[in-house]
């Protein structure tokens, strides 16, 4: 088993993306575009008792239960077995420069569920639990969905849509006996005759936790996907243990509402937010992500650099970012530089600079791998700061 499997705990997360019905205006302090956005974002709080990220907000997701690659899903995708990898179809990037979480070959870890498959199946049902959102596709999309990727004609252009299974009791009972058992995730499928729409989710990156940040040292090596939808927000409602708060926004509002410290939210979700500013179309970053997608992703593990007077989280491709540092279980710099010292003479800059808990900005020279998205850079440091930059 790879060295990722062995200390880092797998989960998968969805960048979950709605319609909204009114246009909101891109804040003044965060104009990414001079035009309005036209979709939210998902995000969830954190329970203030959870030992990992208290009363931090997060894309919906969480841990892989040993049921997402259980042999009886192969029965309910029984469609779509001669499709390549359950009709996912199969990432351009070479298999030897995949992430572990992607590349492993679960069947010699004894599933015949491929890893593709039940990361997507995880994220899907972590979605259900936590917000009340599921992503499925009925019995009767089903056939429509394989003919199409049977004659190579499914591109999903269209937006995810949710069906309309069952009345909001049903699906809320359903929705306790799943969070009492993921297994029983399985069973509330083949009972409401639906499939986990594995096809909608969009791999988009993993990130790894890193050393030292968080309580416990838990480590999690989780694959992020992005699913656009259609409808605007649906009915979301938290599931008061792991999650006691929903809020739906736009990419810059909630990271305007981050630096008002209304809200605090981890690097990757900083990052990634600040990728999808660049996209005020729900549209345009659905066929972004949908296209991208096939070219595969980069494992990003932060390396944490410390001062006194601020922090930085170096990623991959960073001219400081250890050669070891996709390995090295225990990686933290220390430096006295200064940020106008630390920078100087550097060309290739790949990295999140924080002043504090909620004062970041992300510096990037680099050009991303894989055809991925620069994140949208202007500096939300405080005034008099952001010409260290």
Not at 153 to 181: F, G, H, M
């Amino acid at each position: 088993m790879n060295t990722a499997l062995r200390h880092w705990k797998e989960a998968a997360t969805v960048i979950l993306a709605a319609g909204t019905r009114h246009k909101l205006p891109v804040d003044s302090l965060t104009r990414c575009v001079d035009k309005a956005f036209d979709y939210e974002v998902l995000l969830l709080k954190r329970s203030g008792t959870s030992g990992f990220m208290p009363n931090a907000y997060v894309f919906p997701g969480g841990l892989v239960d040993p049921s997402d690659f259980s042999s009886e899903w192969l029965d309910l995708f029984q469609s779509f077995l001669r499709s390549p990898n359950f009709g996912l179809g199969f990432v351009k990037q070479p298999p030897e420069t995949r992430p572990p979480i992607f590349a492993t070959d679960r069947k010699k870890l004894g599933s015949l569920v491929p890893g593709d498959v039940a990361f997507r199946i995880c994220a899907v049902r972590e979605t259900f639990e936590e917000s009340g959102v599921l992503l499925v596709v009925s019995k009767e999309e089903e056939s429509t969905l394989f003919n199409s990727i049977e004659n190579n004609r499914y591109s999903q252009p269209e937006l995810t849509r949710i069906p309309d299974l069952c009345d909001k009791s049903e699906l809320a009972k359903w929705r306790v006996l799943v969070n009492e058992n993921p297994s029983n995730f399985i069973r509330m499928c083949r009972e409401l005759e639906c499939l986990p729409n594995i096809w909608a989710l969009h791999e988009w990156g993993n990130w790894l936790t890193p050393t030292g940040v968080y309580a416990k040292q838990r480590r999690y090596d989780t694959a992020f996907y992005m699913c656009c939808l259609q409808e605007t927000p649906p009915h979301t409602l938290q599931d008061e243990k792991e999650i006691v708060h929903f809020k739906w926004s736009t990419p810059p509002g909630i990271l305007h509402s981050y630096q008002a410290r209304e809200m605090w939210i981890a690097p990757p979700q900083f990052y990634d937010l600040s990728r999808m500013c660049r996209f005020p179309s729900l549209q345009n970053l659905h066929s972004f992500s949908r296209q991208r997608a096939s070219e595969g992703c980069e494992q990003w593990l932060p390396v944490r650099m410390v001062s006194d007077s601020y922090y930085i989280s170096l990623l991959p491709g960073d001219e400081m970012y250890p050669e070891e540092g996709s390995c090295q279980m225990d990686v933290t710099l220390n430096t006295d530089q200064s940020l106008n010292e630390l920078h100087q003479g550097c060309s290739a800059l790949h990295r999140i600079v924080a002043l504090d808990p909620y004062t970041a900005a992300a510096v990037v020279t680099i050009t991303p791998k894989y055809n991925h998205l620069l994140p949208f850079t202007r500096s939300s440091l405080r005034p008099g700061t952001s010409s260290q930059l």
